[in-house]
């Protein structure tokens, strides 16, 4: 009767609202460290630990099991659904890692984002995420190795991290030849045949009658036809529907591998007899250099996915005109290839703290960071409901960018914040002894090469030269607006005197804090200071704010780079170079933020120009564009898309055990 559905209804309604609240109900449970002295290798400490099964880690964060897609028991897609389930909660913390200046050796950026994100979720009670690229498989088998973090602050499992994941570089590879191929066909098949003919196979006609397919219709609009029947069109419509008249000299999609291939730089494609004679010069780059991998770190939704793939400019045609994907009408297929991608990956941290890792645009001519949507995901996860006490309850979303702050930094705030509409509430910038004292003027560091005793004993002196370096990017940092603090990722061969220093110089250049961790010795523990040093300064108020707008040229931006991070006197282009900026105006991409491909090894454009260098010129000897994702890229040095293998590179290592199935000899 009425009163029994009444209390059916009133037990739906009772138990949807207890749903909820669990929903809200966040806390995550640490995984204790076994810690170790001296520290194991990063394998052998991962494989000590036992993960906690995804679910729980998603459950504990508040993702709800329809949002979650388990690959296995210690990785999971999440579904974007949960951005419009937690609409309207306030954003929790955004902390953007950076480093100074690096040495081959690399200062600890990963190990620093990992070991602050696990101090402040296992350690102070906060909802805090890792949100970190998914590394190439290049470099892992290469002379870099992995890139889950290091000693015990670490994403694990590091072999499932480091090498397959979920597959979503396998989709960007797929996605990008399957357009290299696209293109060298349709070039193919415009040579061999006449206009009618090829538009009789293009749009050909079924069972008695002829339809354009819907993606042919952004051509036809794009050439101002407003025809929707293909027999309507006119000889002279046919001819410009039809070919693209492709100029083959002009082609800038090249084929991509997750290999450091050296030997497919420069390849010859179309030798084959049925080929015709229609061969080629080109090559391949590493699979995270492809602009597919730039458009998954930078939409913003599915739809967004779409409309950038389309839009990539992969030639010019010989009337001066650009070629987009969407115009060989390859658009929706590499969406189609990318549709699993596009969702964050759930791992976990050494302590059981949640991992987002998802994307891993190559840092050299990209924005070497993870994307935006896993940040999205990850704000409204660590965010705060309305009746909630947002400083108090607030959680954090741990983020990094390649290289230096002066790169990575300065592209994550012109290029990634300017397309997401997110900013930091605090830059973190990563700084070792050892590298100041490079850039004190210390001898130079080789991988694999024993390191000098100036940087294994006391040298205040050079360090404190070399703090010159450190001041600069602390003093770029603030250029946005945004709180820094300075972590001192510590050696065990520093000494208290140069941690002093470090710190002294710090904060005279203007950040709020500089604090001491030992992360990859002691876990979250190691960086509890430096965590509470965070909570500080993101509680602090900030005046964000971009280093240029898009209304002026091309050059201007380039020369605004250059000048006001760098230090460079001014900024000198190739008769190449503006050849191609003034292509750019002219098609009408002039509108667009800039990425600069440099060394990393120097603030300059010079690997030997230590320290903050000044009054130099950077030389631009090409710009390159990337319509999808949004960006003019500028060279400033000879960068290798795809890199090669050491003479004793490091698959050397790498082997399984038959009986568990264990990988060993990743680091």
Sequence with gaps: GPMTVAMLLENVVASAKAYFEKQKERHITPLPLKLATPVPSDIAISRSQYPKPITQVASEIGIASHELEPYGHTKAKVSLEVLN????????????????????????????????????????????????????????????????GGGYSQVIPMDEFNLHLTGDIHAITAAN???????????????????????????????????????????????????????????????????????????????????????????????????????????????????????????????????????????????????????????????????????????????????????????????????????????KLAGTEPEEDHEAKTGFVVTEAGFDF?????????????????????????????????????????????????????????????CVNLKKHIENARQYGVPVVVAINRFETDTEAEIAIIREEAISAGAEDAVSANHWAEGGAGAVDLAKAVIIASSKPKDFKLLYDLNGSIQERIERIGKAMYGAEKVEFSELAQKKVDTYTAQGFSNLPICIAKTQYSLSHDPALKGAPTGFTVPIRDVRLAVGGGYLYALAADIQTIPGLPTAPGYLNVDIDPETGEIDGLF
């Design 406 to 466: 002066t790169m990575g930094g300065e592209r994550f705030f012109n290029i990634k914040c300017r397309s997401s509409g997110l900013s930091p509430d605090t830059v973190v910038i990563v700084a070792t002894v050892r590298a100041l004292k490079v850039h004190g003027g210390g001898p130079e560091i080789s991988p694999g090469a024993p390191l000098h005793e100036v940087y294994r004993t006391e040298n205040t002196e050079i360090l404190r030269k070399g």
């Design 177 to 379: 030849n399957l357009l290299a191929a696209a293109i060298e066909t349709r070039m193919f098949h415009e040579a061999t045949q006449k206009d009618a003919a090829l538009y009789k196979r293009l749009v050909p006609e079924k069972k008695g009658k002829r339809e354009f397919k819907p993606i042919m219709f952004k051509r036809l609009k794009k050439l101002g036809i407003n025809k929707t029947d293909p027999n309507e069109l006119t000889e002279e419509e046919i001819n410009r529907f039809a070919r693209l008249d492709i100029d083959p000299s002009t082609i800038t999609w090249r084929r991509v591998l997750d290999v450091n291939d050296r030997h497919l730089r420069g390849i010859t494609v179309g030798q084959a007899p049925t080929e015709k004679g229609l061969t080629r010069e080109t090559g391949f780059d590493i699979s995270v250099a492809s602009e597919c991998m730039a458009i998954l770190a930078l939409s913003s939704d599915l739809a967004d996915m779409r409309e950038r793939l389309g839009r990539m400019v992969v030639a010019t045609s010989k009337r001066g005109e650009p070629v987009t994907c969407d115009d060989i009408g390859a658009g929706g297929a590499l969406a189609a290839l990318m549709k699993d991608a596009i969702k964050p990956n759930l791992m976990q941290s050494l302590e059981g703290t949640p991992v987002l890792v998802h994307a891993g645009p190559f840092a050299n001519i990209s924005i070497g960071a993870s994307s935006v949507l896993a940040d999205r995901v990850a704000l």
């Design 85 to 148: 389930r937690l609409s309207h909660r306030r954003n929790g913390r955004y902390i953007l890692v950076c480093g100074i200046t690096p040495t081959p050796l690399g200062e600890g950026k990963s190990t620093t984002t990992l070991g602050l994100s696990q101090a402040l979720g296992a350690h102070l009670n906060r909802v805090a995420f890792a949100n970190v690229r998914q590394p190439s498989q290049g470099p892992t088998f290469g002379i870099k190795g992995g890139a889950a």
